[in-house]
């Protein structure tokens, strides 16, 4: 994905109707990490594939939604991608955790959570059937991946109960850059076509030698680089591709597409 936030770059990818719970699902995978933790308690309804880019836990309208792992929100409103109340957040790794269909927020933009802290109610907003949780990770910052084994291992079946955390924040210390091997301080090498940014990011299309490519630098952990050809298009954009994701750029915005349909766009401002 083209360095956005998801949130923020907020966004995020479209929501599948929650379905009847099975134990497929859950017996799918063994999970083998704890870098985050379950955001929820409930049923798992829905896991991740092709078009569903997340995992869905269904349970009573109310029931806490708490961070995965510590970071900053940067998106935590309404989004017309039919998830609702959403929220997203970024963590000091890069990666981006998505929370969908809430029926209360309880933190806002900007706001520094911590691991376990609760940042919503459990709902059935945007395009959904019944009250459940919809739970995205961006491991990389910009495309989905199964939360499942990223997640500790369930008991019995079930989602294990959180343990208790305390409420205040805890700040954010993103490491310093080490080594960007694309370029430095998010700068054209040579001639710079478009030198814009988002919330999270910095987005550039460079000539360089007579070719174009696509250049996207995370603000908050500038280690999290992308270098991708590009091409203009007839209709003005800036257009790069990954896989099944395209990335477009003018001078005022950015957009992600995957497989033809846009999944995310932000404002690109200048910078300085």
């Known amino acids: 994905m083209g360095l956005i936030s998801c949130s923020a770059v907020v966004w995020v990818s479209p929501s599948v109707l929650t379905q009847p719970t099975t134990n497929s699902v859950a017996t799918r995978y063994r ?11 409930g049923d798992i309804t829905q896991g991740f594939k092709a078009t569903h880019e997340g995992l869905d836990i269904a349970g009573s309208s ?13 998106f935590a409103g309404w989004g017309d ?22 029926k209360r927020l309880l933190v806002r933009k900007g706001q520094q959570v911590r691991q376990g802290q609760v940042i919503a109610e459990m709902g059935t907003t945007g395009n959904s059937t019944g009250s ?5 990770i961006y491991p990389d910052g910009f495309q989905a991946a199964d939360p499942f084994p990223r997640l500790p291992p369930l008991v019995s079946g079930k989602i294990p109960a959180p343990q208790p955390v305390a409420n205040a924040p805890e700040p954010l210390n993103f490491a310093p ?17 478009i030198e814009g ?36 298009t ?8 990954n896989g099944n994701y395209s990335y477009y750029v003018s001078a005022t915005q950015v957009k992600v597409l995957q497989n033809g349909r846009q999944i995310r766009s932000e404002r690109l401002y200048k910078r300085g």
Request: glycine share 10%.
């Open 31 to 41: 999970s083998n990490s704890a870098v985050y933790m379950w955001p929820a308690q």
């Open 62 to 74: 109310g029931t806490p939604i708490v961070a995965a792992a510590s970071g900053e929100v940067t």
């Open 81 to 102: 991608d039919g998830l609702g109340n959403s929220i997203e957040l970024q963590h000091s790794d890069g990666s981006v955790t998505i929370y969908g269909h809430n």
């Open 132 to 136: 459940h949780l919809h739970f995205e």
């Open 177 to 193: 850059p080490t080594s960007i091997s694309v370029w430095t301080g998010g700068i054209c090498s040579d001639e710079a076509v």
């Open 197 to 232: 940014e988002t919330a999270n990011f910095l987005v550039n299309v460079c000539l360089e030698n007579g070719r174009l490519f696509y250049l996207g630098q995370s603000k908050q952990n500038p280690t999290v680089t992308v270098r991708l050809p590009a091409r203009s």
């Open 234 to 241: 007839r209709d003005g954009w800036y257009r790069a591709d």
